[in-house]
């Protein structure tokens, strides 16, 4: 794993503006998650054997204990935390290999976490109009990470955005709105 | 998309206005809004989305009913938990149709030699045997190699479902929570621990039994090893150090048991409103829980059949605090074992107080020798105290796979030495603290092999041994673990063993190995790397045993003050800091600081008082505190604070406590300087026969028989006093050195009696050598006791030369 004092320069860097700081802090500590979630995966399908908390502690412990971050970091910490998160589970989905979609394309977007019950091809596909998102309104698409990928409450994701819970709720309804609209464009 | 990108904001405020727009105002409103139809149409298609509702999905489930698995069919889908899903099945089994729970686990839950760890666990998990714990019955594999767990079925509410659908009050659910403790207890006896308890984990029947689930699993799951124990636990109810992955101890269970005692009293569970993410930043960050109160709910009291504000009135105090001292986020905080947890709800079920009292305060160096060894720690208690120890260890080298081996290592060892203490080894049926400890130490090398992590059991051994008053023998294990420390060049812990080793030096009257030692822990406890605990106490051991030995000195104060602000800083534990805290207090006192000594004590206090199981340490403190104010001469004021400390000693260890009787001596000291004798006397000739069964042989029996004379002294009756001087010559002579301060009392007193019997040549000898005796001390009360004994000199002196 990357080593912590790099993790928090980077960390610091990147909320100092410098956005490559982003990119370099993905390929420190992307290929260990990806082991990880691989172990989690492994074999059956997701539905039957991940609960959503099991991948959101070990990411947890494993950012979180190799490193000497601070909490005052907290807001970036938990937007990387749920970056890194929503690729782990796009990356999985794509290895598992897009399957033939049966109807209808429900979005994936659970009040808990996204990705519960979310079948590969579907987690593509909304990763895909995540992207499309990210280009059009980049702090929407954190609050959607915030809340769907990491699992925060929408009180939770208020604090750590610097709003207030009507604003999230507000914001996400539009979101939710707009994203089922995009994947049903097609 | 490019069309959203240039009306995106415009595009945001049509579907707002939409959603609070009532639908056949709709169009109207927003065409008035923007002229563009277009973007309309869009806006209104993206509202329309936002409100649809996903289609549910089937139950994956469902489709295996009515197939087999083993000898088993699968008859209905009880379940899923965290580590799989619950079936009822059945099969045939000697000519009869056998029902029971069948439990598919996730592959990665098993992990690999799962069958055979069930075939070797087997006869552990034969021997729960408990009317409240569901037995395990079988376990294998699939024919798609899937592991399965097949347990005795049970046709029951999960606990808390049970609870509510009976509107059960509290007393009620406290009766089935200590029915739940009492299971728990069970097992942990048996060192199982469950590491998943949760309300779904138990079940009530009909007729009211408690049945609790899945007892063993955590003794057959065996993780992915990169995966670890947090993937089992159910967050809500898993401990702070489950949640960061750390080594696992029945603390887990105790912390899970008071989450659901939480949920069972106030309704939702503590951190009911935040994610797994906030809960795991909780544990990392060692936040207290919340309140208890302020997660009551309507709904909660309604179903408890009382309204919301007696509900909250119900669990303030008593309640609240036992829930707390479950749910602290550090294992040494909570409850030692089950037992006491239990001990505490029955006794508010009897509307008696809280008073459980974990383990007696660790480091403790009084200021009378005298101190309450009462409460013998019990032989679970070690073994938390033990098992807390290498979680410990565990955690200080962050190594999870190899915590879970140590945990394992250290669960053989306890259970071998339960065997050993509890068979012929010892020659009696059960051992005693002393006797377990020391076997303790005897067998620590066959189990635990790594030489940092033994050291760091036999450290906690002779600190149990130290706190149990077994000095030799603490002293013997810590020179053994400063030798080892020395040569593997473990300064942490050559620093701790010093500092004890040292301060039990002292304590034996060793004055110079203790000097040499505590100096040498306190230069060791300067280097990196050494834990704030250890450097607290290598300053506090030091600088207190000089100040008290013959070394005073202004360095000793900072060094006190220094170990107090480690504690502060570091956030070390309540118990800790109050400990350190009250060192200084005591010094600042002696010195006759009085003012910075009472401030002192009222930070002691407020630590202490925070604990429920503090209520002995809150009372010496408050002793202490009395002191102090009638050291400043408001001996009115200090007569409310020592009976205080009175109440809490009779409280915590019984009227005819040490402690107990120590309050109250000072409370009669305290009489007389009001010219209260008459009232003191009494109290006096009470306590001197419990005293005399209690401490008859001993030289500190000579304090209360000093106060029980200048009772006499001062009320007339001067024959008593000069028995009474007599009998303090008696215990003190031979065991206290000839040119102790303590015998200037016992001259002092018998001079008055001599005095008040007109024998003034008698009593003149006495006077000077209570003159001599009593000179040059610094602490307040001394400096007393010596201008008390230069009057009485002076008024025998005048007697004689007028005769």
């Known amino acids: ?186 | 998309m490019t069309q959203d990108s240039e009306n995106w904001v415009l595009l945001q405020e049509l579907f707002h206005l939409a959603e609070v727009t009532p639908d056949a105002d709709r169009e109207r409103v927003l065409a008035e809004k923007c002229p563009d139809e277009k973007l309309r149409r869009r806006a209104l298609k993206i509202f329309t989305a936002s409100s649809l509702e996903e289609p549910l999905k089937p139950q994956p489930q469902d489709s295996a009913v009515g197939t087999r698995i083993g000898p088993y069919t699968l008859i209905s889908h009880l379940g899923t938990g965290g580590i799989g899903a619950v079936y009822l099945v059945q099969r045939m089994a000697g000519g009869a149709l056998q029902r029971s729970a069948l439990k598919v686990l996730a592959p990665h839950s098993a992990g690999p030699g799962f069958v055979e760890r069930f075939h070797r666990e087997q006869h552990i998990l034969a021997s729960l045997d408990h009317p409240n714990i569901t037995r395990m019955l079988d376990a294998g594999l699939s024919d798609r190699g899937q592991p399965y767990l097949v347990m005795e079925y049970v046709d029951g509410q999960h606990l808390d479902t049970y609870c509510n659908t009976h509107k059960l009050g509290i007393p009620e659910r406290l009766q089935l929570f200590l029915r739940v403790c009492d299971a728990v207890a069970y097992a942990h006896r048996s060192l199982i621990v469950h590491l998943d308890l949760k309300p779904p984990n138990i079940l009530v029947t009909a007729d009211g039994t408690v049945k609790l689930l899945d007892f063993g699993t955590s003794k057959l799951i065996q993780a992915d090893s990169r995966l670890t124990t947090t993937v089992m636990a159910t967050p809500a109810y898993a401990s702070p150090e489950q949640l960061r992955n750390e080594a696992v101890t029945t603390s887990c269970d105790i912390y899970a048991l008071g989450a659901i005692l939480f949920e069972l009293l106030a309704g939702t569970r503590p951190g009911n409103k935040s994610s797994v993410a906030a809960m795991i930043e909780r544990a990392i960050k060692e936040l207290e829980p919340e309140r208890l109160t302020a997660a009551v709910t309507a709904e909660a009291a309604e179903q408890r059949g009382v309204s919301e504000s007696r509900l909250r009135q119900m669990l303030r105090g008593d309640l609240a605090t036992i829930v707390q001292k479950c749910l602290r986020p550090r294992a040494k905080d909570r409850y030692p074992s089950i037992d006491p947890l239990a001990q505490d709800i029955q006794r508010y079920l009897k509307g008696r107080p809280v008073l459980a009292r974990p383990q007696t305060t660790l480091y403790r160096v009084g200021k009378f020798v005298r101190r309450n060894r009462g409460a013998v720690a019990t032989a679970v208690i070690v073994v938390v105290a033990l098992l807390a120890t290498v979680a410990y260890a565990g955690w200080r080298q962050e190594q999870a796979v190899r915590e879970g081996q140590r945990a394992l290592r250290m669960q053989n060892f306890m259970y071998r030495l339960f065997k050993l203490a509890n068979s012929n080894y010892t020659g009696k049926s059960s051992a005693t603290v002393p006797e377990f400890l020391e076997l303790g130490v005897k067998m620590l090398p066959q189990y635990i092999k790594n030489p940092s992590d033994l050291r760091e059991a036999q450290m906690g051994l002779a600190e149990s041994m130290y706190e149990n008053g077994d000095l030799d023998s603490a002293q013997k294990v810590l020179t053994e673990t400063i030798v080892s420390s020395r040569a593997a060049n473990d300064i942490p812990a050559e620093a701790e063993s010093e500092a004890f080793a040292g301060n039990i030096a002292y304590l034996k009257g060793q004055v110079e190995a203790g000097a040499t030692l505590t100096a040498h822990a306190l230069e060791l406890s300067r280097k990196s790397g050494v834990p704030p605990s250890v450097r607290a106490w290598s300053a506090g051991f030091y600088a207190w045993n000089r100040e008290n030995n013959g070394y005073r000195s202004d360095e000793n104060v900072r060094l006190l003050q220094y170990a107090a602000k480690e504690c502060r800083d570091n956030n070390l534990s309540d118990r800790e800091t109050a400990d350190v805290f009250y060192l200084l207090g005591q010094d600042l006192e002696l010195r006759g600081r009085l003012d910075e000594a009472e401030q002192v004590f009222n930070q002691t206090l407020d630590v202490y008082r925070k604990d429920p199981a503090a209520l002995c340490d809150q009372s010496e403190v408050y002793g202490d505190l009395a002191y102090t104010k009638e050291m400043r001469g408001d001996v009115q004021g200090a007569l409310p604070i020592y009976q205080r400390a009175y109440d809490g000693y009779k409280q915590c260890t019984g009227p005819d406590s040490s402690g107990a009787l120590t309050e109250q001596e000072f409370q009669a000291g305290a009489l007389m300087k009001l010219g209260r004798a008459k009232e003191a006397l009494p109290m006096m000739e009470t306590a001197i026969p419990i005293w005399r069964k209690l401490d008859g042989g001993s030289p500190d029996f000579a304090e209360p028989l000093y106060f029980l004379s200048k009772a006499y002294v001062q009320t007339g009756h001067f024959e008593e006093a000069e028995k009474g001087a007599k009998e303090m010559m008696a215990v003190q002579e031979g065991k206290v050195a000839s040119t102790d301060r303590r015998f200037g009392a016992t001259h002092m007193i018998w001079a008055e009696a001599l005095a008040g019997q007109h024998k003034y040549a008698e009593a003149l000898p006495h006077a000077q050598m209570a003159e001599k005796l009593l000179t040059n001390s610094i602490s307040p009360g001394a400096k007393l006791m010596s201008a008390e004994a230069h009057q009485v000199l002076v008024d025998v002196q005048a007697k004689v030369q007028s005769f």
């Not at chain 1, 004092?5 to 420190?28: K, N, S």
């Not at chain 1, 998160?85 to 290895?95: G, I, K, N, T, W």
Request: overall charge negative; glycine content about 4%.
């Open chain 1, 1 to 186: 794993m990357a080593d912590a004092g790099e993790i928090t320069v980077l960390l610091r860097d990147w909320r100092a503006g410098d956005p490559a700081a982003i990119e370099h802090l993905f390929e420190l500590v992307y290929p260990q998650l990806r082991v990880i979630a691989g172990a989690l995966f492994r074999g059956e399908r997701p539905e039957n054997l991940l609960q959503p908390t099991s991948v959101v502690n070990e990411l947890f412990l494993k950012l979180i204990r190799q490193r000497s971050l601070r909490f005052e970091d907290r807001e970036h910490f938990y937007s990387l935390s749920a970056r890194l998160m929503r690729r782990v589970l796009v990356d999985h989905a794509r290895s598992e290999g897009r399957q033939k979609r049966d109807g209808g394309i429900p979005v994936p977007l659970h009040p808990d976490l996204a990705w519960v019950d979310a079948r590969p091809a579907e987690m593509m596909d909304l990763d895909r109009v995540l992207e499309e998102l990210e280009q059009l309104d980049e702090r929407k698409c954190r609050m959607v990470e915030l809340r769907f990928f990491l699992g925060f409450t929408a009180e939770e994701t208020a604090e750590l955005l610097n709003t207030s819970k009507a604003t999230v709720d507000r914001e996400l309804r539009f979101v939710r709105g707009w994203l089922y609209d995009r994947l049903h464009e097609e």
